[in-house]
């Protein structure tokens, strides 16, 4: 095996069943749109996939243009001309919610994609280090995980200054530990499976199995955590930019866009209003995909529903 890229072969007797656990991720969510799938999760995956559209091509698509100041045009009710209406500085709402749309969604992928990372790398190098090693790094993780992650992220963003990218680096911060903690665990207990046994005996080293074998039947937990981070990581941002924390005018950031308009809730809602109705769609619909992923990986889940 060592010398080769063919399967492990291992004494008669070892139980290998245990080394399917993770693999078959992409297979699960072939079937599932191979089959009948629920109208709800139908109607979140094509709600993902239009805002994912948005984030990509919104500016694009903008009817005007998300930054060119009009103040004979301010506080314009919805209507025909400007469909959402205009905020104080004569600014399209629709056109700023486009505009958006990529920094709200794209970074919230990111920032969810770069936590996973960072959480599974930091799990794994503790796993192959001494055990006295792993300790220390999982009590640092604890030390992370005993703050509250928006008082984390917040008191990061503002030491950082008022910008998407201090944003994207609180909560990486503030998102990683839980990751590693998960993980580790994953790890320690799919490293007892008797395959990995097998190949300790034939001599395969820590850092081969850790890659071809544990890690790739460890994977299914994480996918999981990710496609239901999303979700809360994008009402955060929006949280952190409305407190002032993201990133500074004229940016078209929901949460700052929520935080422009609140000052006019009563005499003009709709600058508000519909920021803050991207936001919750968004939320929901990513969050019943994190849902649907969840069942793809653990069908007695998906059983009951």
């Known amino acids: ?106 970074a919230a992928v990111g920032i969810v994609v770069l936590s996973m990372i960072t959480g599974v790398l930091v799990a794994s190098v503790a796993a192959l280090l001494p055990r006295w090693t792993d300790e220390a790094v999982m009590r640092v993780c604890d030390i992370f995980m005993s703050i509250p992650s928006l008082v984390l992220a917040l008191g990061l963003a503002a030491a950082i200054g008022p910008s998407l990218t201090s944003i994207i680096i609180a909560m990486v911060a503030a998102s990683w530990p839980g990751t590693a903690r998960l993980m580790r665990g994953i790890l320690r207990e799919t490293m007892c499976g008797s395959y990995v046994e097998a190949a300790q005996v034939l001599g395969v080293s820590r850092l081969r199995l850790m890659l071809r074998h544990v890690l790739p039947n460890s994977m299914d937990a994480v996918y999981v955590q990710a496609s239901m981070e999303i979700s809360g990581t994008i009402v955060m941002m929006a949280g952190l930019a409305f407190l002032g924390v993201g990133a500074p005018p004229p940016s078209p950031d929901w949460g700052s866009l929520v935080a422009q308009g609140q000052q006019f809730i009563t005499s003009a809602w709709w600058v508000a209003l519909f920021p803050g109705l991207a936001i919750t769609i968004s939320a929901i619909a990513f969050g019943l995909v994190g849902d649907a992923v969840r069942g793809v990986v653990d069908p007695a889940s998906m059983s009951v529903r």
């Open 1 to 106: 095996m060592t010398g080769t890229r063919e399967p492990l072969t291992v004494p008669h007797g070892i139980d290998l069943s245990t080394a399917a656990v993770g693999r078959s991720i992409g297979g699960r969510i072939r079937r599932l749109f191979g089959r009948r799938v629920a109208l709800v999760d139908r109607f979140a995956f094509a709600g993902v996939a239009l805002l994912l559209l948005f984030a990509a091509a919104g500016p694009f698509l903008a009817p005007f243009s998300p930054y060119e100041v009009a103040p004979e045009d301010a506080l314009l009710p919805p209507g025909p001309g400007h469909l959402l209406g205009t905020d104080d500085a004569g600014r399209d709402v629709l056109s700023r919610i486009l505009a958006g749309a990529g920094t709200t969604l794209l």
